[in-house]
């Protein structure tokens, strides 16, 4: 075994066992563990933004030689107004939150001083690899503790010396607090990821943050679940009924509210009903937002008949790839839906597209027909379907969660946004007094179970 | 592309799409296909059990040959007083069972009119391996019916000539129903199944039910999401206050009442201070069953020093390797664990001993303490923890989940005996009339949010 191997296989190790300790502390010796830690952070703040000013001196001069993008530059300095403050408020945000592990979601008197319980408690130990920003690591830090997990940590390189102080002040705060060291664990060098990546016996969850290479990365290099999505590949659908304003309205701001963002709205499809009626209306308002159309035939034959030829020059002809591709940016691929086609109704047609296109991560419908949205809801297997509603509600704290673990494309465990649950699994606990499985073997004369029902207050 | 690929993405791409109709589908139709399967399998009992006398009569040479077992012939035939009766049972089972899917699960008032709902939908395509018991497939079918999934099935090969009878009059009564036939789909040559493995985009879970060997290679050679576990290493530990018909009890069953079942124990932790004093009765006890007991030194040497030497006689030495051994048999790996050692009390070394060697699928403790009993519940990280109870209740019909689809040995998505909720996930609706994110970014003006939980009953 190579020293990387055995290094990881300790790091790992040695999480497992603190996961181990994490899991029987009480809720109040983890909430306040995050106490402790606000504190410590609070009081290094000098010394951390001291280590950031280091690595934002470098990334400036990675910037300056072109190596380094300005938004990667901006994320990396943890000395902006209010970021810092804000690092802070989320560990006292995460700590007041409900706590997630120890509830009780299934209770049955299986027979006389025979109760089955389902207890939430946390999965072990998490993987997390994230890119630049500095602050995650307290963010995660303080998700990991609350819900009794340890973590793994594996930072951007350009966040390395704020990751080290950050990591000190952290390993420091613990030492005074009933959490093990070793449940949270920054890993310094990138040779070590894929060591850990194999470590499956040990890290039960892998949490990539960042770009979709780096997600595809992780799940293509690793036996252990991943929790996230590589795209956020989003569609609309514009019903033949569709009301012009809501529909202007929504698919504006699924397009243009944020861009760069996984739950940005990248296909429109649009009934050929409405070519000439409702989508001109959105067409123009798109355009004046300085959206790309990509149309297929039909949408530009229609919007270059209904839209001022000004307007009109701008569409472009969309390829087979535009409806596969995630843009990221300001274009957006239209295609026409038949209003029957072989034996498909257009909803079913829609439905059709979007399950075969999609990315499973957040699909609309704009009808005012309630029948059509349930149908579409119902048929579009994705983590969100919405009518009437922005592609961009799908967020963890949109959500109403508190916080957001990431947004799950899986199909199984978590889906969509993520809250403090996702880092969660259950046990079955039973209380006996010397029950044997012989006695209920299904004989004469055998006990007979009752599998009755209890509530869920203790 | 080689053909056995292509066809095995068409089986995927085909289960893929009956998925998605399968999961608008009603509750009634659902359950209405089954009541016609039920009846089909019911009028056709008679073509189906010659078809099964082939297999049997095939199985009879080989087993006489010696390259079959008997316990795989038994297991192969469907004429056995009762089998074909139960089979059918067991799809009305099923079907009264409730509906696992459709179940709103959250509900959430985002804002006036923007509700946010989690509801409980299919997983979409279930791939099931199974080993030779005919009876399988229906009871598979009736699942996937059941829980809106896909299915494809891919027996073992001695029983093909009864799966392609089932599965011709399966494919006959969904004819008559709303199912699509490609929900229900039959694999007969082995070499697809490693392309099958291969449609991780189209295949949503595998569920291996069979041989450990079967499990573990399924588990090695997909990127699938697999339930199952391919091990059922349970151990019980014994404490220093146990009380000794509790202990004789409850060892006893979980060793001896089915010793091949993966809920068996297989090893037992016993403090040193009821060596003397509780193991002897226990040990008599599982000696009387013709349980062979492989002792470590401690235990050997207080029970040769309190059985009769008949039975003290019978005691054999065990080696590091039994402690991480699945017996499968009437044999126990016996451990002493130190009332203190380094800085662990008891129950902190057999938590520990445990959670190095058990497959984290279900162990136990007998103790008079609640306190240890708690600590040991929650410091123990298998799906199954239990308290003076045999490790054999660990079973889905045990739990009252009506059926069993596995028993699961992950740390997401399911854990534990695994029922028709396993085989759900669940998406997120919003239901808006025209709302936009934009208008809840957090400034002066806009509007706030409301998450208000509301009730989940419609």
């Known amino acids: 075994?190579?020293?990387?191997?055995?290094?990881?296989?300790?790091?790992?190790?040695?999480?497992?066992l603190a996961s181990r300790r994490l899991a029987t502390?009480?809720?109040?010796?983890?909430n306040e563990a995050l106490t402790v830690l606000h504190a410590a952070l609070s009081d290094e703040r000098d010394y951390i933004l001291q280590a950031n000013a280091r690595d934002v001196a470098l990334a400036t001069q990675a910037a300056e030689n072109g190596e380094l993008s300005q938004s990667v530059l901006k994320r990396l300095d943890l000395s902006r107004p209010g970021k810092y403050d804000d690092m802070l408020q989320g560990i006292l945000s995460v700590r007041d939150l409900e706590d997630p592990v120890g509830r009780v979601t299934m209770r049955t008197l299986l027979d006389d001083d025979l109760v089955l319980e389902r207890v939430t408690c946390p999965l072990g130990?998490?993987?997390?690899?994230?890119?630049?920003?500095p602050e995650v690591i307290a963010n995660i830090a303080a998700l990991a503790i609350k819900s009794a997990n340890a973590a793994i940590l594996k930072g951007g390189k350009e966040s390395t010396e704020s990751f080290i102080a950050i990591a000190e002040v952290i390993s420091a705060a613990l030492s005074k607090t009933e959490i093990p060291i070793p449940a949270v664990q920054l890993v310094k060098t990138r040779d070590i990821v894929s060591s850990l990546l194999a470590q499956d016996t040990l890290i039960d969850l892998v949490i990539p943050r960042g770009?979709?290479?780096?997600?595809?990365?992780?799940?293509?290099?690793?036996?252990?679940?991943?929790?996230?999505?590589?795209?956020?590949?989003?569609?609309a659908y514009l019903h033949s009924d569709a009301d012009v304003s809501t529909a202007v309205k929504v698919i504006v701001d699924s397009k243009t509210d944020y861009p760069a963002a996984c739950n940005a709205l990248e296909t429109l499809l649009v009934h050929e009903n409405v070519l000439e009626s409702?989508?001109?209306?959105?067409?123009?308002?798109?355009?004046?937002?300085?959206?790309?159309l990509r149309c297929d035939q039909a949408s530009k034959k229609a919007l270059t008949k209904t839209l001022p030829p000004a307007k009109a020059a701008l569409l472009q002809d969309s390829v087979d790839q535009d409806y596969n591709t995630e843009f990221l940016d300001l274009v957006l691929a239209l295609k026409t839906v038949p209003s029957q086609a072989l034996e498909l109704s257009a909803v079913q047609s829609a439905i059709a597209h979007v399950n075969a296109h999609s990315s499973k991560h957040t699909d609309i419908?704009?009808?005012?027909?309630?029948?059509?949205?349930?149908?579409?809801?119902a048929g579009v297997d994705s983590a969100g379907v919405y009518w009437n509603a922005s592609t961009r509600f799908a967020d963890g704290m949109r959500y109403g969660f508190g916080t957001e673990v990431g947004i799950s494309t899986n199909k199984i465990h978590t889906r969509g946004p993520v809250g403090l649950e996702g880092l969660t699994i259950y046990k079955y606990l039973i209380r006996g007094q010397g029950h044997v499985a012989a006695d209920y073997a299904g004989l004469p004369g055998s006990k007979k179970w009752k599998h009755q029902k209890l509530d869920i207050v203790p």
């Open 1 to 16: 075994m190579s020293l990387t191997e055995s290094s990881a296989s300790e790091i790992a190790q040695s999480a497992s």
């Open 25 to 30: 502390l009480s809720s109040d010796s983890r």
């Open 125 to 133: 130990v998490l993987l997390i690899i994230f890119e630049a920003r």
């Open 211 to 235: 770009s979709n290479e780096l997600v595809r990365y992780v799940k293509d290099n690793t036996k252990i679940p991943v929790l996230g999505h590589a795209d956020g590949l989003c569609s």
């Open 278 to 292: 409702v989508l001109p209306a959105v067409a123009e308002a798109l355009l004046a937002k300085g959206v790309s």
């Open 365 to 377: 419908i704009i009808t005012t027909s309630r029948e059509v949205a349930e149908t579409f809801m």
